[in-house]
């Protein structure tokens, strides 16, 4: 019997030392991988796994070189291990560049893990160097095992056996292992050239079947390259891509998906700005979104267009390093402030207005204008701020109130205010003639290096030394717990122009997006080599441009992920929502019993639909697009036009809940299901055919018709999905699998498959015989709501009581990562007719709408963001300019093609 894939874990023996069962941290982990070594999947191994007799140094070096994935046990006594530092970690990390060994740090106590790096392969001379924080963690650096109740310990410890249990799947692959080194047909001596003669068929299914294994070992490679950024990713990526096209006859196998799907949806650097000869300090957008200005400490501004190109010359005045900037409202003004004590007005040609503004006894670390434009507000390492008219003059007195350096200062949306933060750790609210409003706001423990108000003006970010974000009412009330997740001091923030989310800047390398209840949205955006200090959003479009001491500028973009902002509008809970058959119109339902119209904007058309008398569980198009059917809690379906009116009478019948409803295909019939346990057809009059459809044994909770119309399948509570036909009839027997109630089916574009999602936390593929096709897919921590299948129906999209949707293929591997901005339950999610969005309705009381589309949606948008990177404009090495050939060869339009030309032309 062939070795089992190995997973090594890497633990502090005292980590497993407690008299407390609940705090032996290996053995509740090899408790919880047991099962995959029954399932003859795995084999967790440890040094405890050393036989007595055999050479314990040499036992683990082996053990080490036969993982495949490795689990590290984060401690102060993990960080402390010199057996640790010396003779594992550099093993597994050089594996990990090598090979693809996958690891995956369990953070079990607090301690500096995100402040400790490591070299390798040799553990003082290297040469490679790691922030063993730069690895994804299964858990929050800032929530230790360790701060956890044990139930979610448990379900932090099942979600890392679920990850491994991928993995090793993965590896266990039917496919034969990439020779060492592969040489294609060419390697075949005479002997099996004559050996395989007669054989071509065989013989390249075998290079088939081992390119597909290279190519699944080299994205596993880039999902776990240690130290790369979003560009590196990106651009192996679209190798890795191009490998699959030309290897496997035009297929783009599932593993190159994920890992295209996970590059789209990553905070990508789109371009990098480079001229200033020193540390940049500050950036600002201009009004349009079209320029953006710089600061640094070479004592230059600079001016950028968006392709990256310096507009100018540089602006030169100051006579030591540059710490803030900002553009007027109506964008041609500029005003600097820096270490020289002063504040400068600029046009933008570079030319300096007037004097500079004098009065301060120290650096002037930031500035501001009002919205209105007429004045400058500044502040300064002398403890105050000064506000000042645009010929230079002070208006009334200095601002008196900070104990320490005043680091951050901005106005109020309405002007009438103005906030700033300090080197002694507070916040204070100021009117227009320097008079404190209230008290300190209090919090940060340390210093507070960046202050701005929200666009509505009813709340203040700010960010510290402290590592931590705050929000705050203009009472000084903090509002919710801190943001945490920087591993180092955050130097700035900024809102986004909609007001939902937020941008920070951090000396630990990153940025890091923010909703507003301080989860973080999606990775940290990586591509800075040292600390970044300032951070803007654009006001125009969903791009953020940050500065850093590199010296450089980076354009990021935030095209693959959540698309606008949340459509609000329900008092409740969002229980439903569908697309409008011309993919224009999206209608939603929810626990304030209306149903609601939006467009793609997130506008609502017209007002809520109001005539059930409670919650509405259930909402659909007509085929036509010129209706709108809905149920709900009052026992009832109803028929409403496009305005809101309803047509008819309600539909009566159901002597409970009714949960969910669907339309024929040729929209003449309406299919219902319900807590009483039955389905029921209707006509457009509201008039009931035949009799129930009776056989589920409890609540049914979904139901659908084929895309033919001649068959109905539904879903329930006694975990069941049942066939049936126009009469009633069941059609075979129940298909069983789930082992927990059915929330969700739906049926394949194809006709020939139905995907459900139930409690079990899985979704399942079914035959139209209800036999079930391939394993669960399993990804989901929590029960899953909702399913949909892609138009095309390559695809599935799913959502869970977990707050995030999946997106999978059909053999039930997930495609990217989770889609994350809900804060509590998603109840329902639908493909738009083209696949290229996708909306989600949750108990947050809102829905979201995210990109769709497929591969080639994703990698189009990859490429475009890459059109004036100088990684492509500048190639220098093999594998970059080959990802640039793809994206000119299969990508690009004519129109980006010349963009890229004109752009390489300027690069040079």
Same mark, same amino acid.
């Given at each position: 019997?062939?070795? *089992? %894939? ?85 093993? *597994? ?85 990439? %020779?060492? $080194? ?43 390259? %240690? ?73 230059? *501004? ?28 109506? +964008? ?101 003639? +320097? ?21 509505? +003006? ?14 705050? !009412? ?133 007002? %809520? ?17 010129? #209706? ?12 409403? !036009?496009? !305005? ?104 394949? $574009? ?14 399942? *593929? ?7 096709? +391939?394993? $669960? ?84 948008? #990859? #490429? ?45």
């Amino acid at each position: 019997m062939a070795a *089992l %894939p190995r997973i090594f874990i890497c633990y502090a023996r005292s980590d497993n030392a407690s008299d407390d069962p609940s705090q032996r941290w290996l053995d509740r982990l090899l408790q919880m991988l047991g099962s995959l070594e029954l399932q003859g999947l795995a084999k967790a191994w440890a040094d405890n796994d050393v036989e007595p007799g055999e050479d314990w140094h040499c036992t683990i070096q082996a053990s080490l070189e036969q993982a495949v994935a490795a689990v590290l046990l984060v401690s102060p006594a993990f960080l402390a291990s010199e057996y640790i530092h010396n003779n594992e970690l550099p093993v *597994l990390l050089k594996n990990a560049q090598q090979r693809g060994v996958v690891i995956l740090p369990l953070i079990v106590r607090h301690s500096l893990y995100d402040e400790i790096t490591f070299k390798y392969p040799d553990p003082v001379q290297g040469p490679e160097e790691i922030a063993l924080a730069s690895i994804q963690a299964v858990n929050s650096v800032s929530r230790p095992l360790t701060a956890m109740p044990q139930t979610e310990q448990d379900e932090t410890l099942l979600k890392l056996a679920r990850r491994l249990k991928a993995i090793v799947e993965n590896q266990l692959a039917p496919l034969p292992p990439p %020779p060492e $080194p592969h040489q294609g047909l060419g390697a075949f001596t005479a002997d099996t050239q004559e050996f395989f003669f007669g054989r071509q068929a065989e013989v390249q299914e075998l290079v088939d079947r081992l390119a597909e294994a290279e190519l699944r070992a080299e994205c596993s490679r880039i999902a776990n390259l %240690p130290g790369a950024n979003a560009v590196d990713k990106t651009l192996l990526t679209i190798k890795a891509l191009s490998t699959s096209l030309n290897a496997l006859q035009g297929e783009v196998i599932a593993p190159v998906q994920d890992a295209l799907h996970r590059a789209f949806t990553h905070p990508c650097e789109r371009l990098r700005l480079e001229g200033h000869s020193l540390l940049v300090h500050t950036v600002a957008f201009n009004p349009t979104g079209d320029r953006i200005v710089s600061g640094g400490d070479d004592g230059t *501004l600079r001016l950028w267009n968006l392709d990256g190109q310096q507009i100018g010359g540089a602006f030169e005045g100051h006579t030591r390093d540059v710490l803030s900037v900002a553009f007027s409202p109506t +964008g041609d003004r500029i005003v600097s402030a820096g270490s020289d004590g002063t504040l400068r007005l600029w046009d933008l040609d570079g030319r300096q207005i007037g004097g500079p503004f004098e009065g301060h006894s120290g650096p002037v670390v930031s500035v501001a204008f009002s919205p209105t434009g007429n004045c400058i507000v500044s502040a300064s390492d002398d403890r105050t701020l000064r506000l000042w008219n645009l010929d230079g003059q002070q208006i009334g007195g200095a601002f008196e109130g900070h104990t320490r350096n005043v680091l951050s200062v901005a106005f109020s949306p309405t002007g009438n205010y103005i906030v700033s933060a300090s080197r002694d750790g507070t916040l204070r609210l100021w009117d227009l003639d +320097g008079r404190q409003i209230g008290g300190a706001f209090e919090g940060h423990s340390g210093p507070v290096f960046s202050v701005a108000f929200s666009p509505t +003006g009813n709340c203040i970010i700010s960010a510290g030394s402290d590592r931590t974000l705050r929000l705050w !009412d203009l009472d000084g009330r903090q509002i919710g717990s801190p943001f945490e997740g920087h591993s180092g001091p955050v130097f700035s923030v900024a809102f986004s122009p909609t007001g939902d989310r937020i941008v920070s800047a951090s000396r630990d390398g990153t940025l890091r997006l923010w909703d507003l209840d301080g989860r973080q949205i999606g990775g940290p955006f990586e591509g800075h080599s040292d600390a970044v200090w300032a951070v803007a959003f654009s006001p125009t479009r969903d791009r953020i441009v940050s500065a850093g001491s590199d010296g450089t500028l980076r354009l990021w973009d935030l095209d693959g992920r959540q698309i606008g902002s949340p459509f609000e509008g329900h008092s409740d809970a969002v229980l439903s929502v569908a697309f409008s058959p011309t993919g224009d119109r999206i209608v939603s339902a929810g626990g304030d019993g209306t149903l609601r119209l939006w467009d793609l904007d997130g506008r609502q058309i017209g007002g %809520p639909f109001e005539g059930h008398s409670d919650a509405v569980w259930a909402v659909a198009f007509s085929p036509t697009g010129n #209706c709108i059917i809905s149920a709900g809690v009052d026992r009832t379906l109803r028929l409403w !036009d496009l !305005d809101g009116r309803q047509i008819g009478g309600p539909f009566e019948g159901h002597s409970n809940i009714v949960l969910s409803v669907a339309f024929s295909p040729t929209g003449d019939r309406i299919v219902s299901a319900g807590s009483d346990g039955t389905l029921r057809l209707w006509d457009l009059d509201g008039q009931q055919i035949g009799g129930p459809f009776e056989g589920h044994s409890n609540s049914v909770w979904a139901v659908a018709f084929s895309p033919t119309g001649n068959c109905i399948v539904s879903a329930g509570t006694d975990r069941t999905l049942r066939l049936w036909d126009l009469d009633g009839r069941q059609i075979g027997g129940p298909f069983e699998g789930h082992s927990d109630a059915v929330w969700a089916v739906a049926f394949s $574009p194809t006709r020939d498959r139905i995907v459900s999602a139930g409690t079990d936390r899985t979704l399942r *593929l079914w035959d139209l015989d209800g036999r079930q096709i +391939g394993g $669960p897919f399993e990804g989901h921590s929590d029960a899953v709501f909702s399913v949909a299948f892609s138009p095309t129906g390559d695809r599935i999209v799913s959502a869970s009581r977990d707050r995030t949707l999946h997106l999978w293929d059909l053999d039930g591997q997930q495609i990217g990562g989770a889609f994350e901005g809900h804060s509590d339950a998603v109840f329902s999610v639908a493909f738009s007719p083209t696949g290229d969005r996708i909306v989600s309705a949750s108990r947050d009381r809102t829905l979201r709408l995210w990109p769709g589309g497929s591969w080639t949606d994703w990698l189009h948008t #990859c #490429c475009s963001r890459l059109i004036h990177h100088p990684r492509f404009t500048r190639s220098t090495s093999d594998s970059d300019r080959q990802a640039c050939q793809v994206c000119q060869d299969y990508v690009w339009t004519k129109a980006e093609l010349a963009e890229f030309r004109q752009a390489q032309a300027l690069a040079q």
